[in-house]
């Protein structure tokens, strides 16, 4: 597929290059240029061919008018042809954050095209991509009084967007795209200005046949802050698909879309923890099949829990927030409700204003419950819709370890896992220690990690041992411990006994405190210590291991916060078998430290040592990876 740059309001474009060819020493130096570069694209790119030589050209033609015309003016406009094609070339080759994606074609043109579309959008975005399905564009511009027509082959939509949402996950599992549904049941006003909405580029599949000045209009008339921006501009090309693919027609009986229906209002209900494709088809189906409300369900609470990873699964109110964004840009009329859900039916069973239900193949035994439900409460049956499930082609290479071949949200958390959740709270420096202080509860598997850190390279502190350095006999800390908890906590040889100061301490909260107050501070001059020695020695990343290391606030001192959880259920399980304590003991012990969820809130990197010991390493190998990478940087 060949790309045109066809508007850069601020830049002179690379037809400058072809008109300064007039200049007898550019023309020769052009065409030396064009013909190495030819040579060396011949297979693939003539385009890049000419673009490289272009700029060998206009080497060429600077160095032979340096020596021909040593005119000071006409050097300087060599330069600036050569800045020009540099540009150019600079901007075909980089990619933009955010990409508007305008397509003018036919529903059925655009299907036929719908792969190489994708690709190519792919290619040329980093972050974010807006798809804006609009044929009645082309006509338009050619007549601006034709009127905007509704889109009303809402199947060939549906398919359409599918296809976008499953295939760039497939290409880039990180691009965030939305697929505006404008002009589906109502015609909607111009694309909302919406703090949510922006692009850096626009992606086109339109031909300009001489309607650039039309199309310019009617984008500083529709797209918001259109006229202030500086846009990279690029036309995609159709190349229509040698292989057509097949249809899925297995579920049209299930297919409310395909059998034309539309409803007033309809219910949808989903966890919605980081949306994914799967939500989004989800989502966008609703809108295909919905004029007026939208009543969406979101689950927590008991429904919640039992999820993996579910400690990372993202709180009730940004879950919310995230479906009704994704659905103020796609669909800005729609009315849109999210009630909480702690039961597979909330609002569905006891609202009579709705019409149909939309699930998923995996959930529709559900959409037959609230019906169920329904008839017994005396209101009337939804329909059901049923969408197929988005798969996750990489699912079973990621690590073996449960990732579920649909896409899910449970495989997303666990893609989490050792990668960075927040920025450093401190920013690398040259010449200073990099710190991570490393947390977790109770038996998660805090030495573990730090032993794998250390085989990588990494000086391991453990405060623990520092905690028993600081109950040595005449120690500072020693002192003061026995003269506030008194002579009995000492054993014959006068030495800290440590069974007898937990008696003390661990029933009450006071006395524990009035413990920590001394104990903490000498622990962190020794941690302090031992972190100038590491550094003296040369290891430039220090790791200290504290299971209390927020509760004491050593958190605020710290690089990044890494944190080791595993449910509660299985630590009690693990500390029992490997310290022999008692069922109450644990618990007691667990309840004086803060929760797994409470500890992630701190966390730049979480791992969760679950499964096998090697998934384990390898969550702690990706993590190491990508501190290199943030601590080698400037
Ligand atoms: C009990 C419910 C709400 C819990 O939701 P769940 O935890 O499964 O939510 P999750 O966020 O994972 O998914 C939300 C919806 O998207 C669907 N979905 C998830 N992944 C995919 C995928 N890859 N492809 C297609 N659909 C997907 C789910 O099947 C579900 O229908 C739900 O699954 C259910 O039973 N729905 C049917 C009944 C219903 O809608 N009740 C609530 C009415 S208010
Ligand atoms: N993947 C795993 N599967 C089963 N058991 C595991 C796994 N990883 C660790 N364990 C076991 O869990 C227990 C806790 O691990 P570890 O001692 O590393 O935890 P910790 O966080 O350092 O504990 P604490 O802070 O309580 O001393 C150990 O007995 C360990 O063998």
Not at 284 to 304: A, H, M, Q, Y
Not at 487 to 493: G, K, R, Y
Request: charged content about 25%.
């Amino acid at each position: 597929m060949f790309q045109k740059l066809i508007q850069d309001p601020n830049q002179s474009i690379p037809s400058v290059i072809l008109t300064s060819n007039l200049l007898l020493s550019s023309i020769t130096g052009s065409a030396i240029g064009f013909l190495v570069g030819t040579a060396t694209s011949i297979k693939k790119h003539r385009g890049l061919g000419f673009y490289y030589g272009a700029i060998l050209g206009g080497i060429g033609g600077g160095i032979q008018s340096y020596f021909i015309y040593p005119d000071a003016s006409l050097n300087l406009k060599m330069v600036s042809i050569l800045t020009d094609a540099y540009i150019y070339h600079q901007k075909m080759s980089s990619k933009a954050n955010k990409s508007l994606l305008l397509l003018t074609q036919q529903l059925s043109d655009i299907k036929l095209n719908i792969k190489s579309l994708i690709e190519e959008s792919v290619k040329h975005t980093n972050n974010e991509l807006f798809v804006y399905i609009n044929p009645c564009l082309k006509n338009r511009l050619v007549n601006p009084e034709s009127k905007q027509l509704l889109l009303n082959d809402r199947y060939k939509l549906k398919q359409i967007i599918d296809q976008f949402y499953q295939y760039s996950f497939k290409l880039n599992p990180n691009l965030n795209v939305t697929c505006f549904l404008h002009n589906v049941h109502h015609i909607t006003k111009p694309l909302v200005s919406n703090s949510l909405f922006s692009y850096d580029q626009i992606l086109t599949d339109f031909l300009l046949d001489n309607l650039e000045i039309s199309l310019d209009k009617f984008l500083v008339q529709n797209l918001p802050n259109y006229e202030s921006k500086k846009l990279n501009f690029v036309n995609l090309i159709n190349k229509t698909e040698t292989k057509n693919h097949e249809d899925k027609e297995n579920f049209s009986k299930f297919d409310l879309i395909k059998q034309g229906k539309v409803y007033e209002n309809s219910i949808i209900g989903g966890t919605f923890d980081r949306i994914h494709p799967g939500h989004k088809i989800l989502l966008s189906e609703s809108v295909l099949l919905t004029k007026n409300r939208l009543l969406i369900g979101v689950s927590d609470g008991p429904l919640i829990a039992r999820k993996k990873l579910s400690e990372l699964i993202e709180d009730f109110d940004t879950r919310c927030q995230n479906v009704k964004n994704f659905l103020k840009l796609v669909s800005p009329d729609l009315d849109v409700v999210t009630p909480l859900l702690t039961d597979p039916y909330g609002p569905s069973i006891t609202e009579p204003d709705y019409q149909c239900i939309i699930v998923s193949q995996e959930t529709s035994s559900g959409g037959e419950m609230v019906n169920k439900k329904r008839l017994e409460n005396n209101l009337n049956e939804l329909d059901i819709h049923i969408i197929d499930l988005a798969n996750d082609d990489d699912s079973k290479t990621v690590d073996n370890t449960g990732d579920e071949v649909k896409i899910s949200s449970s495989n997303q958390r666990r893609r989490l896992l050792g990668t960075l959740l927040k920025q450093p709270y401190i920013a690398y420096e040259e010449g200073k220690p990099y710190i991570i202080g490393l947390t977790g509860g109770l038996a998660s598997g805090k030495s573990h990690i730090l032993k794998d850190l250390q085989n990588l390279g990494a000086a391991c502190i453990d405060t623990d041992k520092l905690g028993h350095k600081a109950y040595e006999k005449d120690t500072e800390a020693y002192r003061k411990i026995v003269e506030v908890f008194g002579n009995d906590i000492l054993d014959e040889s006068r030495n800290i006994n440590r069974k007898e100061l937990g008696k003390k301490v661990f029933n009450s909260a006071e006395e524990l405190k009035k413990l920590t107050d001394i104990v903490w501070p000498e622990i962190r001059r020794l941690r302090d210590v031992e972190i100038e020695k590491s550094f003296s020695e040369g290891y430039k990343i220090i790791v200290v291991e504290a299971p209390v290391m927020i509760e004491a606030g050593w958190h605020q001192k710290v690089n990044e916060v890494w944190v080791v959880f595993v449910p509660e259920e299985e630590a009690i399980k693990r500390a029992m078998q490997r310290d022999g304590s008692t069922l109450e003991k644990v618990k007691q012990t667990l309840s004086s430290q803060l929760s797994n969820k409470e500890k992630l809130k701190y966390a730049n990197v979480a791992f969760c040592p679950l499964w096998e010991r090697e998934y384990t390493i390898r969550q702690v190998q990706k993590a190491w990876n990508l501190l290199l990478e943030r601590t080698t940087k400037k």
